[in-house]
């Protein structure tokens, strides 16, 4: 296992995908990009190259 981590990654893909997984449902990708243009800070986790955690 080979964790990274990623400051302020603005992937709409990795952002849906995440939703996605906890049951939350993805989102338009318009809206989404424009949270993520506004969203000061981020970190995001992956296990090589696959997303884990967002906050």
């Known amino acids: ?3 990274k981590i990623k400051e302020n990654n ?3 893909q990795e952002f849906n995908y995440l939703y996605e997984a906890v049951g939350w449902g993805a989102y338009d ?3 989404v990009k424009r949270a993520l243009d506004n969203t000061f800070y981020s970190v ?3 296990d090589e190259d ?3 955690i967002s906050a």
């Open 1 to 3: 296992m080979k964790i």
């Open 10 to 12: 603005k992937n709409i």
């Open 29 to 31: 990708e318009k809206i």
């Open 44 to 46: 995001s986790v992956y």
């Open 50 to 52: 696959k997303i884990e």
